[in-house]
């Protein structure tokens, strides 16, 4: 599972090969959740104090992750990817 993030205890997965909608997982403790990346939207459990941090990484690095799923899309329909998706730097 491809670990992108950790920070409070939160640690964000984003997979290669998921599904759509284009989205995140989350563990923090014993929860785990799936947000989307586009409006947010949670499916699974997080405490409201946790879930309130995820959604300010979210707005922080929402370009980021889109440009990581678009990327992600291209490589599952042509196994090379798009020319126009790029892996930001970090």
Not at 13 to 25: A, S, T
Not at 65 to 81: A, D, F, N, P, V
Not at 83 to 89: E, G
Request: charged share 30%; proline share 6%.
């Amino acid at each position: 599972m491809p670990e992108i993030s950790k920070f409070y205890g939160i640690i964000i997965y984003m997979y290669i090969d998921d599904h759509n909608p284009p989205h995140f997982h989350v563990w923090y403790d014993e929860y785990q959740a799936e947000v989307t990346i586009k409006d947010g939207i949670v499916r699974g459990e997080m405490p409201r104090r946790a879930l309130r941090l995820v959604y300010e990484w979210l707005d922080l690095h929402r370009d980021e992750l889109m440009e990581r799923s678009t990327l992600s899309l291209c490589l599952q329909r042509t196994g090379s990817g798009c020319r126009t998706a790029r892996l930001p730097r970090r």
